[in-house]
């Protein structure tokens, strides 16, 4: 009974015993479990892990020649947008202030190919981005698991030493399975945003990311660092300083709608109803296909006279017609080149002072087409001392892919087309309520510095007609949208949250509605514009308005 209740006791001891040490092992033994090298890094071969930041990449690179190779469309993405690839003509192209940048298979830059491709995938050369992109870089191509660390140069670098040896593991514990054995006094690289604020303590810190001389990366004990200080960062890259020309005094432009030779006759009565303008934009050029054709109506003689009365032209280009692709046409580098070429020489032979952009109707996919084109037409005009602006549909959540601080980067002007809030096909409502500029004219300077935005308003509205349920509108300038309320012997309401006069005239058979543009509501876009600190206004367009709201518009 006795040696029963002896062997009972004992049970329990050891299965007390054998918990307590299972629980010892589990919850404080350090993990001796190594990880799979090639499963942690996601690569295998010639393959590169690429750790960007503080982030190990789904995308990886390629090594050849001893050369690092990062996919073109993450490097474009995360790194440096202005590379631009073609893979119509298979081309690598960089832009500059001054030059372009026009990169085959066989270009040779910093001594390696600029790109090579797997596939149908290019690779750009880190020597290449290196060279134009404010980053660091190191690369190990010599271990069994190839990786390459870039860093941002905004972001601070932390070296540290190890006091003793430790183990780099692949998580913030002691059970996280080990990447690597740190020898004494071997050197570790952090991030500065692993430590809190500037301090380098890491208080705050039992575990820091890092990675070692040796090219390993993972988690350190911070207790085990040592001489914890800021590396001053080195790079290679100088940031490309763009010039730009100002007209030297707040821009006042009246677009001119010229659709024949003819019409270039109204110039001289047009300007001469207005007051305070100094920039005419005649619609010369529109393109005509895809490969990089345009009709044009430019005339000498109308710059001459336009000059004379104290104007500068600014030659608009359009792509309105409905034959051409803005993304085919853009796509191809020969094709912007010759139509950015032609540009500029009708520019300099007709003495425009400037170009001036229309292109609508972008998509998310043709943006980068038509940024690229933006940047490599500034070049001509930046070197030819020709004002570029650019015409962009009134800034919105789903037209933010014009990227208007990076047209703002390389153009003289933006323009913030601040009209069409209600448009043909639309719901019936204003064209441009105040609180629709307003909100446009902020959203926009959170991208383009106040002395190049410009914002447009309407010299019109739209008369809406809802007749047996079936809604239509005309446009109507200001003129003549007056003479039809005076012919309708109707009283405007104004309308303060809009800041506009508003009439409507209801019938059994059809109604009519129209949110008006005057003097009133002129003003209080003007006044935005104003107390906005803006480069200008401009108008769309000449001849619609009578000459009274010109005291309204002059700047």
């Given at each position: 009974?006795?040696?029963?209740?002896?062997?009972?006791?004992?049970?329990?001891?050891?299965?007390?015993?054998?918990?307590?040490?299972?629980?010892?092992?589990?919850?404080?033994?350090?993990?001796?479990?190594?990880?799979?090298?090639?499963?942690?890094?996601?690569?295998?071969?010639?393959?590169?892990?690429?750790?960007?930041?503080?982030?190990?990449?789904?995308?990886?690179?390629?090594?050849?020649?001893?050369?690092?190779?990062?996919?073109?469309?993450?490097?474009?993405?995360?790194?440096?947008?202005?590379?631009?690839?073609?893979?119509?003509?298979?081309?690598?192209?960089?832009?500059?202030?001054e030059?372009?940048?026009?990169?085959?298979?066989?270009?040779?830059?910093?001594?390696?190919?600029?790109?090579?491709?797997s596939?149908?995938?290019?690779?750009?050369?880190?020597?290449?981005?290196?060279?134009?992109?404010n980053?660091?870089?190191?690369?190990?191509?010599?271990?069994?698991?190839?990786?390459?660390?870039?860093?941002d140069?905004?972001?601070?670098?932390?070296?540290?030493?190890?006091?003793?040896?430790?183990?780099?593991?692949?998580?913030?514990?002691i059970?996280?399975?080990?990447?690597?054995?740190?020898?004494?006094?071997?050197?570790?690289?952090?991030?500065?945003?692993?430590?809190?604020?500037?301090?380098?303590?890491?208080?705050?810190?039992?575990?820091?990311?890092?990675?070692?001389?040796k090219?390993?990366?993972?988690?350190?004990?911070?207790?085990?660092?040592?001489?914890?200080?800021?590396?001053v960062?080195?790079?290679?890259?100088?940031?490309?300083?763009?010039?730009?020309?100002?007209?030297?005094?707040?821009?006042?432009?009246?677009?001119?709608?010229?659709?024949?030779?003819?019409?270039?006759?109204?110039?001289e009565?047009?300007?001469?109803?207005?007051?305070?303008?100094?920039?005419?934009?005649?619609?010369?050029?529109?393109?005509?296909?895809?490969?990089?054709?345009?009709?044009?109506?430019?005339?000498?003689?109308?710059?001459?006279?336009?000059?004379?009365?104290?104007?500068?032209?600014?030659?608009?280009?359009?792509?309105?017609?409905?034959?051409?692709?803005?993304?085919k046409?853009?796509?191809?580098?020969?094709?912007?080149?010759?139509?950015i070429?032609?540009?500029?020489?009708?520019?300099?032979t007709?003495?425009?002072?400037?170009?001036?952009?229309?292109?609508?109707?972008?998509?998310?996919?043709?943006?980068?087409?038509?940024?690229?084109?933006?940047?490599?037409?500034s070049?001509?005009?930046?070197?030819?001392?020709?004002?570029?602006?650019?015409?962009?549909?009134?800034?919105?959540?789903?037209?933010?892919?014009?990227?208007?601080?990076?047209q703002?980067?390389?153009?003289?002007y933006?323009i913030?087309?601040?009209?069409?809030?209600?448009?043909?096909?639309?719901?019936?409502?204003?064209?441009?309520?105040?609180?629709?500029?307003?909100?446009?004219?902020?959203?926009?300077?959170?991208?383009?510095?106040?002395?190049?935005?410009?914002?447009?308003?309407?010299?019109?509205?739209r008369?809406?007609?809802?007749?047996?349920?079936?809604?239509?509108?005309?446009?109507?300038?200001?003129?003549?949208?007056?003479?039809?309320?005076?012919?309708?012997?109707l009283s405007?309401?104004?309308?303060?949250?809009?800041?506009?006069?508003?009439?409507?005239?209801?019938?059994?058979?059809?109604?009519?509605?129209?949110?008006?543009?005057?003097?009133?509501?002129?003003?209080?876009?003007m006044?935005?514009?104003?107390?906005?600190?803006?480069?200008?206004?401009?108008?769309?367009?000449?001849?619609?308005?009578?000459?009274?709201?010109?005291?309204?518009?002059?700047?």
């Amino acid at each position: 009974m006795r040696n029963g209740k002896s062997v009972y006791l004992f049970v329990i001891l050891l299965t007390l015993i054998s918990a307590a040490v299972y629980i010892y092992v589990t919850m404080f033994m350090p993990s001796s479990k190594r990880v799979d090298q090639s499963t942690y890094y996601g690569v295998k071969d010639k393959q590169v892990a690429i750790i960007y930041n503080d982030g190990l990449q789904k995308a990886s690179a390629i090594e050849k020649d001893q050369e690092v190779y990062l996919p073109y469309d993450w490097a474009a993405a995360i790194l440096n947008d202005k590379f631009f690839w073609d893979s119509e003509e298979n081309l690598l192209l960089y832009t500059l202030p001054e030059e372009i940048i026009y990169m085959d298979e066989n270009y040779i830059s910093e001594g390696k190919k600029a790109f090579i491709k797997s596939g149908n995938t290019p690779y750009v050369s880190v020597s290449l981005i290196k060279k134009y992109t404010n980053v660091n870089l190191r690369s190990f191509v010599d271990t069994d698991i190839k990786k390459i660390y870039i860093y941002d140069n905004s972001v601070s670098l932390i070296a540290a030493r190890l006091r003793k040896k430790s183990k780099l593991r692949s998580g913030e514990s002691i059970k996280a399975d080990i990447v690597a054995d740190l020898e004494t006094e071997e050197n570790v690289y952090i991030l500065g945003s692993s430590v809190t604020g500037d301090d380098l303590t890491g208080k705050n810190k039992k575990w820091i990311k890092a990675y070692t001389d040796k090219g390993d990366w993972g988690y350190v004990q911070f207790k085990n660092l040592e001489s914890v200080d800021y590396v001053v960062n080195i790079s290679e890259f100088t940031k490309p300083e763009y010039s730009n020309i100002s007209l030297g005094e707040p821009v006042v432009l009246g677009w001119h709608q010229v659709s024949n030779p003819d019409a270039n006759k109204n110039m001289e009565s047009l300007v001469a109803g207005t007051s305070g303008m100094n920039v005419i934009s005649p619609t010369w050029f529109s393109l005509s296909d895809n490969e990089g054709n345009y009709t044009s109506y430019a005339s000498k003689d109308y710059v001459i006279k336009a000059h004379e009365m104290g104007l500068q032209v600014w030659g608009l280009v359009d792509n309105l017609n409905k034959k051409v692709s803005t993304v085919k046409l853009l796509k191809k580098s020969s094709v912007r080149k010759l139509l950015i070429e032609k540009l500029v020489n009708d520019a300099i032979t007709y003495e425009l002072d400037g170009i001036n952009l229309d292109f609508e109707g972008i998509n998310a996919e043709g943006a980068k087409y038509y940024i690229q084109f933006i940047r490599e037409l500034s070049v001509y005009t930046r070197k030819n001392k020709l004002i570029l602006s650019i015409d962009n549909p009134s800034y919105a959540a789903y037209n933010k892919f014009y990227a208007r601080a990076k047209q703002a980067e390389v153009a003289d002007y933006i323009i913030n087309m601040g009209y069409d809030e209600h448009y043909s096909g639309s719901d019936k409502g204003s064209v441009a309520s105040i609180n629709f500029v307003k909100s446009a004219i902020e959203d926009s300077l959170k991208e383009v510095p106040r002395e190049k935005l410009i914002n447009a308003v309407p010299l019109y509205t739209r008369l809406w007609k809802e007749e047996r349920g079936k809604l239509s509108s005309q446009a109507l300038g200001i003129e003549a949208s007056l003479k039809w309320v005076l012919e309708k012997n109707l009283s405007p309401k104004w309308n303060e949250e809009l800041g506009q006069n508003y009439v409507e005239l209801i019938s059994s058979s059809e109604s009519y509605y129209m949110w008006l543009e005057d003097e009133k509501s002129l003003e209080l876009k003007m006044k935005l514009i104003k107390e906005n600190s803006l480069a200008g206004v401009a108008v769309w367009r000449l001849g619609l308005e009578p000459s009274s709201v010109w005291s309204i518009i002059r700047y």
